[in-house]
């Protein structure tokens, strides 16, 4: 059972790798009716996945070796990069959403959506989240992801107030709550219960379900 839930997981991780630099590139190379926003999504999607790859690759190669202790420092720093560049992704959809609806006092708002990130970055960087330990300090996890789910619910908040704006856009805040609602149980329950680590696949189809609604730009 254990294998076989290793194989689904390198098809899906594969998937979602090829899926997401597609999409990136489909955003850089098709016209759209906004180029500028297109072509800021499809950087977007290109950062993503580019930095999702640090952490994925090696899981792919785990589960195909059956054995992760050589590769367990790989895969921590591959988390923190990861973790790194999402929150840079919803820099660049808060912008995209701010070219789309010009929200009332959008410096402002800008200003804090980059505070939280620069925030979340340094919290990070620091040697306190043993991101190569077996099992890193819950506490760290749960401090470096406050200012990270502020900025992601802001993010979809901004897509909530222009729903009705944006052709094609409309779900954007539904797939961000999604991938919160996946992303935080795993962050607090999945070094106590492995299963929960599960979640992850529905949050990996809510980010390529954000990125298929850039292609409306």
């Known amino acids: 059972m254990k294998r076989t839930m290793g194989i689904v997981e390198v098809v899906f991780d594969m998937f979602y790798l090829i899926a997401g630099t597609t999409i990136g590139l489909l955003l850089l190379v098709n016209p759209g009716r906004d180029q500028a926003a297109r072509t800021f999504a499809g950087i977007m999607a290109l950062l993503l996945v580019g930095g999702d790859s640090f952490h994925l690759v090696p899981r792919i190669r785990m589960s195909l070796a059956g054995d992760g202790t050589s590769l367990r420092t790989t895969l921590g720093r591959g988390k923190q990069i990861t973790s790194i560049t999402m929150t840079v992704f919803y820099l660049f959809l808060w912008h995209i959403g701010s070219r789309e609806y010009q ?115």
């Not at 470096?144 to 979809?156: D, E, K, L, T």
């Not at 222009?162 to 856009?169: D, F, V, W």
Request: one cysteine or more.
């Open 103 to 217: 929200p009332e006092n959008g410096r402002f708002w800008t200003i804090s959506i980059y505070i939280l990130a620069t925030i979340r970055t340094f919290l990070c960087l620091l040697p306190q989240n043993k991101w190569t330990d077996r099992h890193p300090p819950l506490s760290w996890a749960i401090w470096r992801n406050i200012p990270f789910i502020v900025q992601g619910m802001m993010v979809a908040l901004l897509f909530v107030f222009g729903r009705n704006a944006s052709p094609g856009l409309e779900n954007m805040y539904l797939a961000i709550i999604l991938s919160f609602a996946c992303y935080v149980p795993v962050v607090v329950w999945s070094n106590t219960h492995p299963k929960i680590g599960m979640l992850m696949l529905p949050k990996t189809c809510a980010y390529l379900w954000m990125l298929c609604m850039c292609l409306s730009l």
